[in-house]
């Protein structure tokens, strides 16, 4: 650690909250130190490794790729597990989806369904929403909504942000979703501005799980639709399992035109693919967007065994039954003075604090942030403001290792309260 603090450059969170800790093995919910002492992991690297740590079926499938000894052919070979991948992804994708650009991170396969709209349709500009995280590079930062992480930099200005339903459009109010369709329907009335593509969120996660109806997809998708809008679904923190199903559109039963996956994709391994009809994926020439590492094939047989253990359908369910046990377990929280609301998506929770005048608290989430992991469990501050409490945990986490977590955040939220800390 000590090396890493003196070499490593400033911008990485590593040193965010102070001197981490440093793990030396991992095994299903639980990562360890040097001294075997465990931790319960509750952030799955953010949202990343949705089937744990050692899982048996990666720990397979690298031994058979190491035992070929190519770590790496580039772009202009294939190799066995790139195609493997192409037909799994195939294979779990909506029928007008079959073509596949596979990149190496979320922000990488942001900035790919950005050059591929426009490429297809030949105009420029992007409309992107309130609240929204896509990435920190410099086109997928220029469609993440957060102005501070934006400022320092030279972003693009091609971009409309719509308001997404239940983020903030001052101080203290949320945009209600009859607020934002009528924004939307209005926008295109006046037609000043003739966009090629949307990108959204189906349950917006980085700015501390926010998930609107399922209306306000229906109605949304129908104006972009109307008005021959590229639709672009973030699947980056969603997609792979996460919210009980292979992608997060699939529970609002919408028909996206490209979609973004990464994170959980490999459950480790930096990887990450756009999805998308021939007809968009195919008509850029060979060699307009490519990248070195892409298809890598330790990263794709990674990805190949994830969706071999999401398609037995066991994770899946279980990602449901997770939901079920954070909204039982986690209601209680509602009646405390100083959270606003507590929110679920598949296997994933937001709890939201707030000061007395309803302005974001986020000193209380580094404070609870703290004292879980003196209880050796993991967790960490996420939201809009900083202000939302985020559980993220892996999808083969043991119900009873969930709910005494819960329990144990729970006790410590009512010993705030009881303190009088807000």
Aim: proline share 4%.
């Amino acid at each position: 650690m000590r090396i890493t603090k003196k070499y490593e450059s400033s911008a990485v969170n590593t040193f965010k909250n102070g001197n981490p800790i440093e793990f030396f093995t991992g095994k299903g919910e639980f990562l360890y130190t040097k001294n075997k002492k465990k931790y319960l992991d509750l952030v799955c690297g953010s949202a990343v490794t949705n089937l744990g740590h050692s899982h048996i079926s990666h720990l397979k499938i690298v031994k058979k790729v190491l035992k070929t000894g190519i770590f790496h052919t580039g772009t202009r070979l294939t190799n066995e597990f790139r195609e493997r991948l192409y037909t799994k992804l195939n294979s779990i994708t909506p029928s007008n989806i079959n073509s596949f650009h596979l990149c190496n991170s979320g922000s990488e396969a942001v900035e790919t369904s950005i050059k591929a709209a426009q490429y297809f349709t030949g105009k420029k500009n992007i409309i992107s929403f309130s609240g929204g995280y896509h990435g920190r590079t410099a086109g997928s930062l220029s469609l993440t909504h957060n102005k501070k992480i934006k400022e320092p930099f030279n972003t693009f200005r091609n971009i409309s942000f719509f308001p997404y339903p239940g983020t903030f459009k001052n101080k203290n109010k949320k945009y209600s979703e009859e607020e934002c369709l009528n924004f939307a329907s209005k926008y295109f009335k006046s037609k000043k501005k003739s966009a090629c593509a949307a990108i959204i969120e189906c349950g917006q996660a980085v700015s501390g799980i926010i998930l609107p109806s399922q209306n306000f997809f229906l109605e949304i998708f129908k104006i972009f639709k109307k008005n021959n809008i590229i639709i672009i679904v973030d699947e980056i923190w969603n997609g792979f399992g996460r919210t009980g199903n292979y992608f997060s559109f699939q529970n609002f039963n919408l028909k996206p035109d490209l979609i973004c996956a990464g994170k959980a994709m490999s459950s480790s391994l930096p990887l990450s693919v756009v999805l998308g009809p021939s007809k968009i994926l195919k008509k850029w020439p060979p060699g307009i967007h490519t990248s070195t590492f892409q298809g890598n094939p330790l990263s794709c047989a990674m990805a190949c065994a994830t969706i071999d253990e999401l398609s037995k359908g066991k994770l899946i369910k279980r990602a449901n039954k997770i939901n079920n046990i954070l909204r039982d377990k986690l209601s209680i929280l509602n009646d405390i003075h100083f959270i606003s609301e507590v929110r679920t998506h598949g296997a994933g929770a937001g709890i939201e604090f707030v000061y007395p005048d309803g302005s974001a608290n986020s000193s209380i989430v580094k404070l609870i942030e703290r004292k879980m992991l003196k209880r050796n469990i993991i967790v960490y501050a996420g939201g809009e403001r900083n202000n939302v409490l985020m559980l993220i945990p892996p999808l083969i986490i043991k119900f009873n290792n969930l709910k005494n977590s819960l329990k144990v955040l729970i006790k410590e939220i009512y010993l705030l309260e009881k303190e009088n800390k807000i």
